[in-house]
């Protein structure tokens, strides 16, 4: 099946420390995008790509880094200068190219604490 | 960033009831998205809608694409409680077309 996956779906970290979540999808999509969601909110966008090896900042991005190695993979870490980190983090992705490619899917999501 | 105007924020209902709800914009949207979101899950994708005045449906659900290209509406008929959970508009906007635009949702209550 293709889909989105995130791992680990509820994650907990000591304040200061850095802290790694993962994102792969199978569906052979060009873009994807990392968001942050608070209770209550909508989703604020951290990062997004476009192209292997190529990234651009959203509009939250202060506190986070990504990498675009592979085209399947879009890991985000939340380092320690992130003042608030404690949230659920949803990865997303989408075709570039076709009639619905507007259309983001989005992985369950890892629910972030840092304690 | 740019947000869009969901409403209402929540609504509590009796099974069986139907719902509206709605997306509007200051800016003109080439594409609406709806997604519903159940707790601790990512946003599943029900409706997108690409042209001006599109009425598009999906079992139960029927999605609008408003005529000024400004807003959006999201109809859900014969309320079950499993429908219970967060419906979030999106929206690429005019000249936007790497980004999506979010609503905060409305939550959705179903009583039984």
């Known amino acids: 099946d293709g889909g989105i996956t995130q791992s680990p779906k509820y994650l907990f970290r000591k304040e200061g420390q850095n802290v790694t979540l993962s994102c792969e999808q199978n569906?052979?999509?060009?873009?994807m995008y990392w968001y942050r969601q608070d209770p209550g909110q909508g989703l604020r966008l951290i990062y997004y790509?476009?192209?292997?090896?190529?990234?651009q900042k959203g509009d939250i991005a202060e506190g986070y880094s990504v990498s675009r190695e592979k085209k399947e993979s879009f890991p985000l870490t939340v380092t320690s200068a992130q003042k608030n980190p404690t949230a659920f983090y949803l990865c997303?992705?989408?075709?570039?190219?076709?009639?619905?490619?507007?259309?983001?899917?989005f992985g369950p999501g890892t629910r972030l604490t840092v304690l | 960033g740019q947000q869009l105007n969901q409403s209402p924020q929540s609504m509590f209902i009796q099974e069986g009831e139907d719902v509206s709800m709605n997306c509007t914009s200051s800016?003109?949207?080439?594409?609406w998205l709806w997604y519903k979101q159940d707790p601790g899950e990512g946003p599943v994708l029900l409706i997108a809608?690409?042209?001006?005045?599109e009425l598009t449906s999906n079992g139960r659900l029927t999605a609008q694409f408003g005529i000024t290209r400004k807003d959006s509406f999201l109809n859900i008929s014969a309320s079950i409680p499993s429908d219970v959970g967060i419906y979030f508009c999106?929206?690429?906007?005019?000249?936007?077309?790497?980004?999506?635009?979010f609503g905060k949702g409305t939550k959705l209550t179903v009583n039984p």
């Open positions: 569906l052979n999509h060009d873009a």
């Open positions: 809608l690409y042209k001006a005045g």
């Open positions: 999106a929206g690429q906007a005019q000249g936007g077309s790497e980004k999506l635009v």
């Open positions: 790509s476009q192209i292997v090896n190529d990234f």
């Open positions: 800016s003109i949207f080439n594409t």
């Open positions: 997303a992705s989408r075709r570039t190219s076709g009639a619905s490619y507007n259309e983001q899917f």
